[in-house]
């Protein structure tokens, strides 16, 4: 299904863009009928979204009024779309329009139980998830039984993904979690946190993120189908097991999701060629995919390194949020920073802080934050 809509969509973009070494698609899932016409028979299942894309942004292409896309890797944007998708279902609740969405007793948007949101990869994601990943000889879902990896006593670490480069290394301290505007636009190498690191943080935080919380509680991936170097044991730790110390230190609706996680019956050959330059992005809705170049995380033009702002960057998503928040709730947020609309989601913000806390005291290293600068912009 996922190869098949990639197929279907990349027809759209060059064939220079159409280059892949990660692809990551998003699909809902629903269990029952919906009398309202989005899902007409039960158990259908659609892509709503996908990705690709294996790399990050050059620190000198850093935007502070965020319309440059920072990580563009799939299984990162993925999420992003999502959140697009989100914004479109709200706008179908407030205009009495069919939407997989519904008003809880709370006032808060919910996901309506028949319908479940399912994440693939192609390959297990960067980090934690890959690192000690067994080679793949015969059972894809084998466990290691002997633990003998020289690096045992580094599994579960947070790492981060280097500028300009591929792999991960881990953050052990809080010095080397500090990043700073005048220092990466120096040299110092941008370091963004790794995918398996922030598939976690999303098992416990949820996919909406910080501003959608505003308006909804957390929604959670039912499961998550990986491709090449599927390992049930390393899968495991890396998603949610090393965030179990959070448990009861959470603010209501919040939870350590543990997704289903399931290998798949026939992988891609590894490719070994460079990783793309280019990645793309399809939302359920979108007319085309979007291509963005992964050096200066905007949109591609010709000849023109700098083209305009991708529909997945910070400020494109914020000019959401503010649309949204006004109609639903009011102007009390009007003219504030992005930093402080996300600050201002309270419940959301102490199940961050008590995640971030949870991984220090478990010894799993520091999360490297992006420098303050990035986030005070409006819209």
């Known amino acids: 299904m996922s190869q098949a809509k990639f197929d279907q969509l990349s027809k759209d973009v060059s064939e220079h863009q159409q280059r892949k070494k990660v692809l990551a698609t998003a699909v809902l899932y629903s269990s ?18 996908l990705t690709t894309g294996t790399k990050v942004l050059g620190g000198e292409y850093l935007s502070i009024d965020g319309t440059a896309v920072n990580d563009s890797h799939a299984e990162i944007q993925i999420r992003r779309c999502l959140i697009r998708f989100l914004y479109a279902q709200i706008k179908a609740v407030t205009e009495n329009r069919s939407s997989v969405l519904e008003v809880g007793e709370d006032g808060m948007m919910n ?42 006593r580094n599994r579960g670490q947070l790492r981060t ?4 480069g591929e792999g991960t290394i881990p953050v052990r301290s809080e010095s080397e979690s500090l990043l700073t505007l005048d220092g990466v ?23 909406q993120g910080s501003l959608l919380s505003h308006f909804m509680n957390p929604i959670y991936y039912s499961s998550v189908t990986v491709g090449r ?33 399931l290998p798949v019956s026939g992988t891609e050959p590894r490719s070994t060629s460079k990783a793309s330059n280019f ?34 960057c910070k400020n494109s998503l914020f000019k959401q949020f503010q649309g949204v928040y006004q109609k639903l709730r009011g102007d009390e947020l009007k003219g504030k ?43």
């Open 32 to 49: 029952g009928v919906d009398e309202e016409g989005l899902f007409t028979a039960d158990g259908d299942m659609e892509v709503i979204a």
């Open 111 to 152: 996901l309506k139980p028949d319908f479940s949101i399912h994440l693939y990869i192609n390959t297990a994601p960067c980090g934690d998830s890959r690192i000690f990943s067994p080679k793949q000889e015969g059972d894809q879902a084998q466990v290691v039984q002997a633990d003998t990896h020289p690096e045992r």
């Open 161 to 164: 993904k280097i500028e300009s």
């Open 185 to 207: 636009l120096g040299g110092q190498r941008l370091r963004t946190m790794s995918c398996s690191d922030k598939l976690c943080r999303v098992n416990v935080l949820g996919i």
């Open 229 to 261: 170097l599927f390992s049930l044991e390393h899968l495991s730790r890396a998603l949610f097991e090393r965030a179990i110390g959070v448990e009861g230190s959470l603010p209501e609706g919040y939870r350590v999701n543990a997704p289903i996680l």
């Open 279 to 312: 990645c793309f992005n399809w939302t359920y809705g979108d007319e085309k995919p979007e291509a963005t170049k992964t050096i200066c995380g905007r949109v591609d033009a010709a000849n023109n390194v700098q083209g305009g702002p991708s529909r997945l």
């Open 337 to 379: 920073t992005y930093r402080e609309c996300k600050e201002a989601a309270v419940s959301y913000s102490q199940a961050k802080g008590a995640l971030m806390k949870s991984f220090v005291e478990g010894e799993y290293g520091y999360w490297a934050h992006k420098p303050e600068e990035l986030s005070g912009f409006t819209v």
